[in-house]
């Protein structure tokens, strides 16, 4: 199966469910072009000839392989453009959130940092991100994954991934300890009961960064969000209009999540990062990860010949309606007010060709959101997600609104302190929800 096949059955599925429209193959890629005039563009910062000037770059990844494929984008690119130097930090995501805001709020905004809509809808509505559906390189990219980063017509974020999250498990481990892959909620409890009775972790998120906390408590959530009639119950969280103790999908989730999950990991999972908990899963200490697709290339580097499978969070006791969770992964914006916004364009079209995004998709293993990008055969952990979502065992991230701007930081915050608590406390479940209600109150 080529990647270039893995990554149009998602997307016809995603299109399906986003926008009801359909990609094409993709055009040669447009030579980078300098930026239409605008009242707020600044200064261009094109250099004198002979002259360097300075792009500064900001993510917030942790995965090896996608600070490698950052690397290689940017060997690549100032190869082919001299006249720019990109200056990368890569951060913890726990920060950046509020790293980036507060430059902006310094008036010293990063030219091009990670990002997608939900992360930074306030700097949106304050004029601070540039809109990019006049840049030429926008026709690169899979029209379903762009309609989640536009707003008020226009598109504010270049997504280059798009991640499928659920759960990995070492076959390995499974097979000698006698389970099979679980399909459904009691034989998912049934197989942490039995690998916590062999010793072995029986699951982890690596839960030290806040956003995997959330990303772990919402791939829970959706199905039920989804199936219950709440798709907008953040949004009136958000806005004062609901509580947490409001909603009948966060009480069940909360139940399904200690069940299947919180009940297994060990003592240590608030201070143990997700790279830590790749290493276990690949030496088969760990016997679940719940991650997403970008954990691949980890995964893979951990353990070469390893045999990984892949499976839904499983929610339910009707197999069929436990699902994966689709939604755009990595993403990139460009600051209204970037100091050198020639450079910033003529990296992000650098990124979004086709020399660049098979740099990138080289090196981090993920599934591209670029029109028409054809890699060697996929692994076979991403060939099973694939065959889950044409299954239709998948929930799109996008039907159900998500915490953004400062709730984002918010929700992440309040959910980590969530599995701090005492068992009895987190168990508590409606005294829980209220408590939820109370600490994310306290946050306005």
């Keep these: 199966m080529k990647k270039t096949l893995s990554f149009l059955l998602i997307a016809g599925m995603v299109l399906a469910s986003f926008a009801g429209c359909s990609g094409g193959q993709s055009e040669a890629p447009a030579e980078s072009q300098t930026p239409a005039s605008s009242e707020a563009a600044p200064s261009s910062g094109a250099p004198a000839p002979g002259e360097q000037t300075v ?92 309609e989640p980063e536009t707003k008020d017509g226009h598109i504010w974020a270049i997504p280059t991934s798009t991640s499928i999250g659920g759960v990995y498990y070492n076959k390995k481990v499974f097979e000698e300890q006698g389970i099979k892959a679980p399909t459904t909620r009691s034989e998912f409890k049934a197989a942490c009961e039995k690998l916590q009775a062999a010793g072995i972790i029986p699951i982890s998120g690596g839960y030290m960064q806040g956003n995997v906390v959330l990303d772990n408590v919402q791939w829970v959530c959706h199905p039920l969000w989804q199936t219950m009639g709440e798709n907008d119950i953040n949004r009136k969280i958000m806005d004062g209009e609901a509580k947490f103790a409001d909603s009948k999908a966060y009480l069940e989730g909360l ?119 054809t890699m060697d055969d996929a692994d076979p952990m991403v060939q099973e997600m694939l065959a889950l979502v044409d299954k239709g065992q998948r929930y799109y991230a996008k039907d159900a609104v998500q915490f953004e701007g400062p709730a984002l930081t918010k929700a992440r915050t309040v959910f980590r302190s969530y599995v701090a608590l005492p068992p009895e406390q987190r168990k508590d479940y409606e005294n829980a929800l209220k408590w939820l209600d109370d600490e994310f109150d306290a946050m306005r």
């Design 255 to 373: 139940k399904v999540w200690n069940e299947i999950e919180l009940d297994f990991m060990d003592a240590n999972e608030l201070s143990v990062d997700r790279s830590e908990r790749v290493i276990q899963l690949a030496n088969g200490t760990l016997g679940m990860l719940a991650s997403g697709s970008w954990s691949v290339g980890d995964i893979r580097t951990a353990a070469p010949d390893g045999e990984f499978g892949f499976i839904p969070v499983c929610v339910f006791e009707e197999a069929e309606k436990n699902g994966v969770i689709l939604a755009n992964d990595d993403g990139f914006m460009i600051s209204a007010k970037a100091k050198n916004l020639e450079g910033a364009l003529a990296y992000m079209d650098f990124l979004t060709s086709e020399e660049g995004a098979k740099a990138w998709l080289e090196k981090s293993k993920t599934i591209s959101s670029i029109k028409g990008l």
């Design 55 to 146: 792009i500064e770059y900001i993510d917030h990844f942790n995965e090896e392989t996608k600070v490698n494929g950052v690397t290689a984008v940017i060997e690549k690119f100032e190869a082919k453009y001299p006249q720019y130097k990109v200056e990368a930090a890569h951060t913890s995501s726990d920060t950046f959130l509020d790293q980036i805001r507060t430059r902006v709020a310094a008036g010293d905004p990063y030219d091009v940092f990670m990002g997608i809509l939900t992360d930074f809808s306030e700097l949106v509505d304050k004029g601070e991100i540039l809109p990019l559906e006049d840049q030429p390189f926008t026709s690169r990219i899979n029209e379903a994954t762009l």
